[in-house]
């Protein structure tokens, strides 16, 4: 009975790799929590001192697993580092019988500080670490949270990659939630002058983690959104599966925002796995922050998530993200529900952009009742650019149901038309088909 011991922090350095963090101890009694992981150490730049190794931080150490009873120790962060941030630690399993999984740890910041007169040979890529992994459930709890991805050129803003989110953990294997997905680390938001050479320039944000799945009974976890940059959005993560007896799917992260370039797209929402459950709601694409008339791609949604297998609606599709300049998104498409029962998902709002996104077409419905999604609208035209096409909407199941609407096509902008309306879906033997969309 008692605690597993935490591990210790990793060393610092001055012109190299730091230390690792240690790993958290395991709990062997009936009842304890596993230990918590140590950060890993931070790798510095003394200006009075020059090595030749590469400057990187010591990854976080993983948390340990606790007993019969407890909740799983938490990873260590990740420690900061001039060039390359370290890895979070992963999250510890929970109790075997009850408790959940440990969180996982924080990836660290890359690019602390500039290297000016780098070794030959030597790694200066200003990369975030990735985010740990949620440690699982036992029996009966919920899993952790991914961690966070680091970020990319923390101090100098400088070309760097974000780090990736940790995916979340797995819920109990009879009952429990699934954790959720960490968010994607951030890049650099600007250029420097005069790169190191041979050194990474690509200023992408960091991809979300996947949400976890649930056991038995329970939720799926959310996917983490993706992270911002310069010349790319990171996409967000997936939504964790449902229970696999029933149990609602998790939700698609957001796409990560881009400054120019392309944005990231939006996690596609979780399947409801068992025989009862909502598919989950696709993530939101990413938007374009520039203005001016530049190749700019705005993230697509994410689709929906199917429902369960006898019973369950569809998620809805995510909405496109917006490109002022370049072009806007398209929507997600809306989940099926492939059971007997349940309504489609509706599918996601185009993004508005100089080059119109188009909507997500929606669900169809469950094999005997239930009524079809709503297709998306489709976004509105510019002056010399026409309106984008609405998504067609789903069709209805066969004995009972209304089939989806078509989603109207966007607004004329001016000297171009407006976007063609979505096909509306077929209806059941019982109701009636869906409405076309109305053109632009």
Do not use: C
């Not at 976890?221 to 799917?249: E, P």
């Not at 998504?391 to 109207?408: P, S």
């Amino acid at each position: 009975m008692g605690d597993g011991g935490d591990g210790g922090h990793g060393g610092t350095s001055n012109a190299g790799t730091a230390g690792s963090g240690g790993h958290g101890g395991n709990a062997r009694g009936l009842f304890g929590a596993g230990g918590d992981g140590g950060a890993g150490g931070t790798s510095y730049l003394d200006p009075f001192r020059s090595g030749n190794w590469d400057k990187f931080g010591g990854d976080g150490g993983n948390g340990g697993a606790a007993g019969v009873f407890g909740r799983g120790g938490a990873g260590g962060a990740g420690g900061d580092a001039v060039a390359r941030g370290g890895a979070g630690g992963h999250g510890g399993t929970g109790g075997r019988l009850l408790g959940n999984g440990g969180d996982g740890g924080h990836g660290g910041a890359g690019g602390i500080g500039e290297i000016l007169n780098p070794a030959d040979g030597e790694n200066t890529d200003k990369f975030g670490g990735a985010g740990g992994n949620g440690g699982a459930a036992g029996l009966l709890g919920d899993g952790g949270t991914g961690g966070a991805g680091g970020v990319g050129g923390a101090g100098s803003n400088g070309p760097a990659r974000g780090g990736a989110g940790g995916d979340g953990g797995a819920g109990g294997q009879l009952l429990g939630n699934g954790g959720d997905g960490g968010h994607g680390g951030a890049a650099a938001t600007r250029d420097i002058p005069l790169p190191a050479p041979g050194e990474n320039t690509d200023k992408f944000g960091g991809a979300g983690g996947n949400g976890g799945a649930a056991g038995l009974l329970g939720n799926g976890g959310t996917g983490g959104a993706g992270g911002s940059g310069l010349k790319r959005g990171g996409d967000g993560g997936a939504g964790g599966s449902g229970g696999s007896v029933a149990g609602n799917a998790g939700g698609g992260g957001a796409g990560g925002i881009a400054t120019e370039g392309v944005a990231g797209a939006g996690g596609a929402g979780g399947s409801a796995a068992g025989w009862f459950g909502q598919g989950g709601t696709g993530g939101a694409g990413g938007d374009i922050l520039a203005s001016k008339l530049v190749p700019t791609s705005a993230g697509r949604g994410g689709d929906g998530g199917a429902g369960g297998m006898l019973a369950g609606s569809g998620g809805a599709g995510g909405q496109g993200g917006t490109s002022n300049g370049g072009t806007g998104g398209d929507g997600g498409d809306g989940g099926h529900a492939r059971g007997l029962f349940g309504d489609g998902g509706n599918g996601g709002r185009a993004g508005f952009g100089r080059f119109q996104g188009r909507g997500g077409d929606g669900g169809n419905a469950g094999l005997l009742i239930g009524n079809g999604g709503n297709g998306g609208w489709g976004a509105a035209g510019t002056n010399s650019v026409a309106g984008g096409r609405g998504g067609d909407g789903g069709d209805a199941g066969l004995l009972f149901g209304f089939g989806g609407n078509g989603g109207d096509g966007g607004l004329s902008g001016g000297l171009a038309g407006g976007g063609e309306g979505g096909i509306g879906g077929r209806g059941g033997a019982i109701g009636a088909p869906g409405a076309p969309g109305a053109h632009g």
